[in-house]
């Protein structure tokens, strides 16, 4: 498998701080957080870019995917998300990163007109990212929370270009089965990520293996190759400990659980 960890676990920090704990903790790539208080967002320019670039490719560190807040089953005119996909997808393609995360963003909605509208969306956004060699990837989320959800809107479009992305909290706090998220993503499957919280009741984040999320059940199902990223909301969570210091073990207690698993 290989490892990387979100920006969202390290609020605050520079590129060159991200990248360097990467390196220093043994994780091969980064989910970048594309937001106004972040290192990256849709208003860098060039130059900017092209600095993030440079320090990535420095270090042999991969932007595993751009991940965004846009509701693909929102509502509203589509001209308004999928302007702002394309924004996203200009970004990755510029950070060399294949993927960009978009939420369901569906809640309130009937679900079958949540639905029809990601539907209608995905097949959309997918031809946009197709001129970038980019991946629109849904994640496991708020709408659409579990793999039984997610893959009813993914089921009718391009495999190629449209893709999930299995959040292991959401389905599990939903009441699906880890074998039963992946029986339903796993046409659609690209990446993983990983977290810990100690009950349904208390999220705020935990050290992996800390706490109540069926962590070696979900692993079990996966295929070698796959990307699991560490999503650890610090930023949500202020009181949470710091990441960096649980880098480096929560790769090890990782490949554990991989090894047992296997």
């Not at 809107?153 to 699906?176: F, K, M, Q, S």
Request: net charge negative; charged share 25%.
């Amino acid at each position: 498998m290989k490892f990387a960890f979100s920006t969202l676990g390290v609020p605050g920090c520079s590129v060159g701080e991200v990248v360097g704990l990467a390196v220093e903790c043994g994780y091969q790539g980064v989910e970048l957080r594309v937001a106004e208080d972040e290192v990256v967002h849709t208003g860098l320019g060039g130059r900017e870019r092209g600095r993030v670039v440079e320090e990535f490719g420095r270090a042999g560190v991969e932007v595993v995917a751009v991940c965004g807040y846009v509701g693909i089953a929102a509502e509203g005119e589509d001209g308004r998300v999928l302007g702002e996909i394309g924004e996203l997808v200009g970004l990755a393609r510029d950070l060399g990163a294949r993927r960009v995360r978009v939420f369901p963003g569906g809640r309130g909605q009937e679900p079958r007109t949540a639905d029809a509208r990601a539907v209608r969306r995905l097949a959309a956004a997918g031809r946009i990212a197709a001129g970038a060699g980019v991946r629109i990837l849904v994640e496991t989320h708020d709408s659409h929370p579990t793999g039984a959800a997610v893959s009813r809107v993914l089921g009718p479009g391009d495999h190629r270009r449209t893709g999930a992305i299995w959040d292991v909290l959401h389905p599990w706090l939903n009441g699906e089965s880890p074998a039963a998220t992946h029986a339903a993503l796993a046409p659609f499957l690209d990446y993983v990520q990983v977290k810990d919280v100690a009950s349904r009741e208390d999220l705020t984040p935990l050290p992996l293996g800390a706490g109540t999320v069926p962590l070696a059940e979900c692993l079990a199902t996966l295929t070698p190759g796959t990307w699991l990223s560490w999503e650890y909301e610090k930023r949500w969570h202020p009181a949470a400990a710091e990441l960096p210091e649980l880098l480096a073990p929560g790769r090890r207690q990782l490949e554990r659980l991989l090894a047992a698993g296997c």
